[in-house]
């Protein structure tokens, strides 16, 4: 269902061409737990990117559920991924003004209700969509807190109900044990686990070995190359 066939991207570096994906040749079936490990900078941030429709590759295609995503306009790959992605970000990236219940509610507010044949579709409401995605994920008490008043796990754990809040079929995560302890890590893994388990397909980059035993398939990245 995603499908990278020789992928490249190169950065311009101060100091010259920086190749950060290296003419890479991927496959992920639906309902796969893909684990990409590797060094910082190998790229591996790179590669979600690109499978989100969010940098451009130098050369090669990705295509996500047969569609060729950089073939879409700007707006159309905003919108596939809108309604197919997910995305886990290694930094959180929550807005620190807004609510715990706010920042889940917000891609949902975000998205369209006009289908591409121009109809209105119906959609649960994205409160109640947030509501039981924080409940789930046991943050019922901190539905008013902001993000500065959360601990580290508590928001990476609303950075994944933000994610799930469209119910995309695929979940893109950055290093989402990252920044947190063993323990928390382990919540936080257990929490994807259980959403692999209910059909969710994962890709997930990390540099901690600890993920291995969470994942179907473990890949090893170095210098833009899959080994």
Excluded at 1 to 18: C, D, I, W, Y
Excluded at 25 to 32: H, N, T, Y
Excluded at 172 to 190: I, K, R
Aim: contains cysteine; charged residues 25%.
């Amino acid at each position: 269902m995603v499908r990278l066939a020789g992928v490249s991207k190169t950065f311009q570096g101060r100091r010259g061409p920086v190749r950060a994906l290296d003419d890479m040749d991927l496959e992920v079936a639906e309902g796969d737990f893909v684990a990409v490990r590797g060094p910082s900078g190998s790229g591996k941030s790179t590669l979600l990117l690109t499978i989100a429709g969010m940098i451009r590759p130098t050369a090669g295609t990705v295509t996500v559920r047969g569609e060729d995503l950089y073939a879409l306009s700007v707006q159309g790959r905003s919108r596939f991924r809108a309604e197919n992605v997910g995305f886990v970000f290694q930094m959180f990236h929550l807005v620190p003004y807004l609510s715990v219940l706010e920042n889940v509610i917000l891609p949902g507010r975000l998205l369209s209700h006009v289908g591409s044949d121009g109809m209105r579709t119906r959609r649960q409401d994205p409160r109640v969509r947030a509501l039981a995605l924080l409940e789930r994920f046991g943050l019922q008490d901190r539905l008013d807190h902001c993000p500065a008043e959360l601990s580290t796990g508590e928001r990476q754990r609303t950075a994944i109900a933000r994610a799930l809040i469209n119910d995309p079929w695929l979940l893109l995560a950055d290093e989402p044990t990252g920044n947190l302890d063993t323990e928390t890590g382990g919540v936080v893994m257990d929490c994807l686990a259980d959403l692999h388990r209910a059909g969710k397909t994962i890709v997930l980059v990390t540099h901690d070995p600890a993920v291995d035993r969470y994942a179907d398939r473990v890949l090893l990245l170095r210098s833009g190359r899959l080994e």
